[in-house]
């Protein structure tokens, strides 16, 4: 062979080893044999290792692992599963998409996976059917709203998965979401917010968690202390429905104190409070006097109601006896100084027009009371015995 023809034929094998084929041998096709020994000069990937054959002087060809490339070292990323947290959600309504807020501390793309089918990997759940599964994007550190198309969901039960950047799945949340929809034509987004009565936001007229209607509300930002030992902050205020006490039929009446008491004549510890959020506290002081058996005193009937299986309901204070007040006549809500004036048309279906007991002490023998009707001027507070009768209406602080 020529010179010539010896560097062209250098040259092409040179160019076999560079390019390699869709079958992983460049050009020809060696062949193994025994002691690693090949026939022609390639290149191919082989599992565990990889082989390329080359040509040495010494001992013609022969295959050889591939050589590790000592610039360049390969380098392997650690794959962090997400996880996520979401809070049950119900969602209803007669529009479309919803939003479903997710709490999460990582970033991915959201699954909720309807049904039980299994679910190992990622294309377990795309390649269901799409009436089995919904998704959206989560943020890292925030709570995000996730919207759901109902043409995608059906109602029940999810398990929720997220899914990062390199497609691995979390496994599934601890809480499973509960989707409930009523579909529509119209398209609309709506952020699904807790009830009054679920811990949301309360306004004048709701339904508080206690089963009551809510009739105060704290200025905006502001709270209130409240509890037992006032060592509690609240911000609304809720009154026990009408007809509260099983078998009377509107507020029962009792005195302030039973015959039995020597509060008539003694004054009692703590009893004193009138500020909104010291009731529960007057309440709970009165009632520890002797003979204040169950339903023997307005204080004690009071803490006795359980509605929402809520145990802190109580005779109202001076102050919150006031808000009830303007309440009953669809006035507005105003400060602890501010009585029940202003007083037109008709009070409230279920409240009575006349005397109702504080759990606020005036003195040894004297406590506040209400009177809700304006024969004797607008709403007027005065002190009374304490064995004189008045209406008991509880009311609740959270």
Same mark, same amino acid.
């Given at each position: ?45 082989l ?44 969602i ?67 398990r ?53 209607v ?17 060592s ?16 009377i039929?509107?507020?029962?009446? *009792?005195?302030?104190? +039973?015959?039995?008491? =020597? /509060?008539w &004549?003694t004054?009692?510890? #703590?009893?004193? @409070? !009138? ?8 309440s709970?002081?009165t ?38 007040? *303007?309440?009953?006549? +669809?006035?507005a809500? =105003? /400060?602890? &100084?501010?009585?029940?004036? #202003?007083?037109? @048309? !008709? ?32 709403g007027?507070?005065?002190y ?15």
């Amino acid at each position: 062979m020529s010179r010539l023809n010896r560097v062209v034929v250098a040259a092409v094998l040179a160019v076999g080893v560079m390019l390699p084929s869709a079958g992983g041998v460049v050009e020809a096709k060696p062949k193994p044999a025994p002691g690693r020994v090949c026939t022609k000069v390639g290149r191919v990937v082989l599992v565990p290792v990889p082989l390329v054959c080359k040509q040495t002087p010494q001992n013609g060809l022969r295959w050889r692992k591939t050589p590790t490339n000592s610039t360049s070292p390969s380098t392997s990323t650690a794959v962090v599963v997400p996880s996520v947290s979401l809070s049950p959600t119900f969602i209803t309504g007669g529009t479309f998409p919803k939003a479903v807020v997710v709490t999460s501390n990582v970033a991915g793309r959201v699954y909720f996976a309807e049904g039980g089918f299994p679910i190992n990997k990622l294309s377990d759940i795309t390649s269901a059917d799409v009436n089995r599964w919904a998704s959206g994007v989560v943020y890292a550190g925030v709570a995000t709203s996730v919207p759901i198309d109902v043409t995608a969901v059906l109602n029940g039960y999810y398990r929720v998965f997220v899914s990062n950047a390199e497609g691995l799945l979390s496994a599934p949340a601890t809480n499973i979401v509960t989707i409930s929809i009523t579909r529509a034509s119209t398209v609309a987004v709506t952020t699904v917010a807790s009830t009054c009565a679920a811990g949301g936001v309360c306004a004048v007229g709701d339904i508080g968690p206690g089963g009551g209607v809510v009739f105060y509300v704290e200025a905006s930002g502001d709270t209130f202390a409240c509890g037992a030992a006032l060592s509690s902050t609240c911000k609304y205020l809720e009154f026990a429905p009408a007809n509260w006490l099983t078998d009377i039929t509107g507020d029962p009446i *009792r005195s302030w104190a +039973t015959n039995v008491n =020597s /509060n008539w &004549t003694t004054a009692v510890a #703590g009893a004193d @409070g !009138s500020t909104i959020g010291a009731g529960y506290q007057n309440s709970l002081d009165t009632a520890n006097q002797t003979g204040n058996v169950a339903g023997s005193s307005a204080a004690v009937l009071a803490l006795s109601f359980r509605g929402g299986s809520k145990t802190d309901w109580h005779l109202p204070s001076k102050d919150e006896l006031n808000q009830l007040c *303007r309440y009953a006549w +669809t006035l507005a809500i =105003s /400060n602890t &100084t501010t009585t029940c004036i #202003g007083m037109s @048309g !008709s009070i409230r279906t279920g409240f009575s027009a006349d005397s109702y007991w504080s759990s606020s002490e005036f003195s040894a023998n004297f406590a506040w009371y209400q009177y809700f009707g304006d024969y004797y001027g607008d709403g007027l507070q005065d002190y009374s015995s304490k064995n004189g009768s008045a209406y008991v209406r509880p009311v609740r602080a959270f």
